[in-house]
């Protein structure tokens, strides 16, 4: 009964590359969210997904950031253009329904040189 | 603007007695808290909910307060076991509109032998 899978746990990018962040969530559920850390910070949203539609995006910049949730494979959020303020861990969370509690992946830890 | 406060960045407990965490909102609009526990290089783990037509949810050890005139919520745990030691975060959403959730700070917990 695997949970949240997201990859790669860890992810080196040189400013200017292009990051691509997966989460698969968990089986059954087609509610995927993505959240962004800082250090010693909570976690604040980005975006919520359901398959093939984004359903809220007021969390995301405006500018270098996209997700999708397509109708086959795994949600990705996509950061073009990787400047060192984007590193921090970015949590993939799925839920089966809009009222119910959402599940969290372990992350991809995200550092930029 | 911080909607969600958990203002002990740290709290201590001796084993076996009750560990009671706290957390403050200032959105009118939040109806739906939740309690998640974190540990180092893990994503969160969801641990007990609550809905505002609700003032006290339990689960095994774990139970959560809503005081909503307060706007004030806590989560207590007893026993406390050496295996609570973790960071606790509380968050919140709205019913309408996009399920984000808000979250708190964070609360890190030791339990002491």
């Known amino acids: 009964n695997a949970g949240v899978m997201q990859n790669p746990r860890h992810l080196v990018r040189r400013r200017g590359q292009e990051a691509r962040l997966r989460c698969s969530p968990m089986k059954g559920h087609s509610h995927v969210y993505w959240y962004r850390q800082l250090p010693e910070e909570g976690l604040k949203f980005m975006v919520y997904?359901?398959?093939?539609?984004?359903?809220?995006e007021s969390g995301m910049p405006k500018e270098r950031f996209s997700a999708e949730f397509p109708k086959e494979g795994p949600s990705i959020l996509r950061i073009q253009q990787v400047v060192r303020g984007d590193s921090a861990a970015y949590f993939c969370?799925?839920?089966?329904?809009?009222?119910?509690?959402?599940?969290f992946g372990d992350g991809t830890r995200l550092s930029i040189l | 603007d911080q909607q969600v406060k958990q203002n002990s960045p740290s709290l201590s407990v001796q084993e076996g007695r009750i560990s009671i965490l706290n957390c403050d909102y200032t959105?009118?609009?939040?109806?739906?808290f939740l309690w998640y526990k974190k540990y180092p290089a893990e994503g969160p783990t969801f641990l007990i909910s609550i809905s505002s037509i609700k003032d006290k949810n339990e689960d095994g050890r774990f139970t959560v307060f809503l005081n909503k005139s307060a706007k004030h919520l806590s989560l207590h745990i007893v026993p406390s076991q050496p295996g609570d030691s973790a960071v606790y975060f509380c968050a919140a959403s709205e019913r309408l509109g996009a399920q984000k959730l808000v979250f708190g700070q964070g609360t890190r917990l030791t339990i002491n032998p």
């Open positions: 959105n009118s609009m939040f109806d739906y």
């Open positions: 997904l359901q398959k093939e539609n984004i359903i809220d």
């Open positions: 969370a799925s839920s089966d329904s809009r009222n119910q509690p959402q599940h």
